[in-house]
């Protein structure tokens, strides 16, 4: 039954209207809003209603949540830019303080990777796959975080 307390039922409203979206025949919906129903005639406590306020604790941990979701995002960004800038053989000079500052970032991360897994020989170029691993290694992470 979820995570319903014992002896309490759901009760949905019935104002859930269905939208038209602009310039289209089709519909959307707006979800309802439900709330639990508590027991009545127990005094006060049963008049305010069940308490379904959210904790301290767990604002602290979707803040901590939010916060490691951005990290993850902008080092995928500076990974992105990194495997954009390796491309360029000499960026422009007012570019150079800006990639250099990328590949400080990324080389600390990439290099035990790349200590594992050396990059391939193709011919006359070198595919590092440490870049790789590091950028779907983010995604594994975010997909069960965030």
């Known amino acids: 039954m979820g995570d319903r307390p014992p002896g309490r039922r759901l009760r949905v409203r019935a104002d859930v209207r269905i939208a038209r979206a602009p ?9 309802a809003r ?28 979707t803040g901590i949540r939010q916060v490691l979701c951005f990290g993850l ?10 495997v954009i800038f390796s491309w360029v053989p000499r960026p422009p000079d007012p570019l150079m303080p800006f990639v250099l500052g990328i590949r400080r970032l990324v080389e ?21 796959l440490s870049i790789l ?6 995604i594994l992470i975010r997909s069960v975080v965030c």
């Open 108 to 128: 600390p991360a990439a290099a035990p990777v790349r200590k594992v897994l050396p990059p391939l020989r193709l011919g006359g170029v070198g595919l590092d």
């Open 133 to 138: 691993v590091l950028f779907f290694g983010i």
């Open 73 to 82: 995002t902008l080092a995928q960004i500076v990974l992105l830019l990194h």
């Open 23 to 31: 310039g289209q025949g089709r519909p959307t919906s707006v979800p």
């Open 34 to 61: 439900a709330r639990w129903c508590g027991p009545a005639g127990r005094g006060a406590a049963a008049a305010r209603g069940p308490r379904l306020s959210v904790t301290h604790r767990e604002r602290r941990v």
